[in-house]
């Protein structure tokens, strides 16, 4: 029984004795936890497909053309025709495609990066106004004036240039991102002011005068330019393979004011 309890408690002391050399195991609960488990950090490229909602504001997008065609007429000069508010706001649909290429920097979980990101659709839209009003001139014309005017705005090239930044949490990856936009735009308007000036005063030949201007005006290729910004989300597949899902806000600033709110679906690759 006494070489029993030796033994036993020389097998403890050396035991202890060996777990007391033993070097703290990296990783453990004490070092703290990182719920990262993808390695984000590298460059990586990709494609996506989009569908979104172009908001355009065609008020006054017309006011310069009929502004020339009425230039030092008396009507022009006291009813100002070419700011009546014949248009307004339109919202159409559209689609696209396209591709994104990038670099990711990592510091933990935290990751931020720079990416360049472009899609090619029908993005745009169009609208056609009338307002017609009746007016005395100081002149002494009674004046019937109408004023038409047409619009249409079609975007089929969009690139942003992105700094976004994300929080990674195991295999899935939110961001956020804001940069600068440049698109590609046909942007054609039309205007036309007709109507009839009578004045039973005036001389013969005169008391009757019936008028009809108009002129058109397109902006083919035409570059825009403007700001982003949006979030979204990645998730690691395998080996380098991911999949992505956003919302963009676009906005540009042109003869007709416009912007594009987009989702995306989109899968990429990181090197």
């Known amino acids: 029984m006494r070489r029993f309890l030796l033994v ?12 007391a050399d033993m070097p703290a195991l990296r990783g453990s609960f004490t070092d703290g936890l990182s719920t990262s ?30 502004a020339r ?45 720079v990416e360049l990101n472009y899609t090619h659709g029908k993005f745009g839209g169009s609208h056609t106004g009338r307002m017609s009003r009746i007016f005395t001139l100081p002149s002494g014309y009674t004046v019937g004036a109408t004023y038409e005017g047409a619009a249409q705005m079609n975007i089929s090239d969009m690139g942003t240039l992105r700094v976004r930044g994300g929080y990674a949490y195991g295999s899935f990856l ?30 013969p030949g005169f008391q009757n005068v019936p008028f009809d201007v108009s002129a058109a005006d397109g902006q083919y290729s035409h570059l825009i330019y403007g700001y982003s910004f949006g979030l979204g989300t990645e998730v690691m597949l395998i080996a380098g393979l991911f999949l992505r899902a956003e919302w963009e806000y676009v906005r540009f600033a042109s003869s007709v004011d416009t912007s594009i709110n987009t989702v995306r679906a989109g899968l990429g690759y990181k090197f």
């Not at 036993?8 to 777990?19: D, E, F, K, L, R």
């Not at 100002?80 to 979980?109: C, L």
């Not at 054609?188 to 009578?198: D, E, H, N, P």
Request: aromatic residues 12%.
């Open 8 to 19: 036993t408690v020389m097998c403890g002391a050396v035991s202890g004795a060996q777990a």
């Open 37 to 66: 488990t993808v390695n984000w950090q590298g460059g990586y490229i990709g494609g996506h497909a989009a569908y979104g909602t172009s908001n355009m504001n065609f008020a006054n997008s017309t006011r310069t053309i009929a």
């Open 174 to 203: 939110p961001y956020m991102f804001a940069g600068i936009a440049l698109g590609q735009a046909d942007i054609i308007r039309s205007a036309r002011v007709y109507g009839t000036q009578v004045n039973p005063a005036a001389a």
């Open 69 to 113: 065609l009425l230039d030092g007429t008396e009507m022009e000069s006291v009813q100002r025709i070419s700011e009546w508010p014949i248009m307004g706001k339109v919202s159409a649909h559209g689609e696209g495609f396209g591709g994104f290429v990038g670099y990711n920097f990592q510091w933990t979980d935290v990751v931020v990066g």
